[in-house]
């Protein structure tokens, strides 16, 4: 019986530790979000401009 009882608080613990990591989690990733404002010319942009899907790279050579 006592090994049940073990086992059941193994459990709790293992269960309460993942959803406290998956509350650190999403509050991390709501916070990291950044407004930027991009400047395009024609001559850097390929394909139509009502495309449903954009891909900005961002490259720093140095």
């Given at each position: 019986?006592?090994?049940?009882?073990?086992?059941?608080?193994?459990?709790?613990?293992?269960?309460?530790?993942?959803?406290?990591?998956?509350?650190?989690?999403?509050?991390?990733?709501?916070?990291?979000?950044?407004?930027?404002?991009?400047?395009?010319?024609?001559?850097?942009?390929?394909?139509a401009a009502?495309?449903?899907?954009?891909i900005v790279?961002?490259?720093?050579?140095?």
């Amino acid at each position: 019986m006592s090994c049940e009882i073990d086992r059941v608080r193994i459990r709790q613990r293992v269960y309460t530790v993942l959803v406290m990591l998956a509350l650190v989690t999403v509050a991390t990733v709501s916070r990291s979000r950044a407004d930027v404002e991009l400047t395009v010319s024609p001559a850097m942009t390929r394909g139509a401009a009502t495309a449903p899907v954009t891909i900005v790279e961002f490259a720093d050579y140095q």
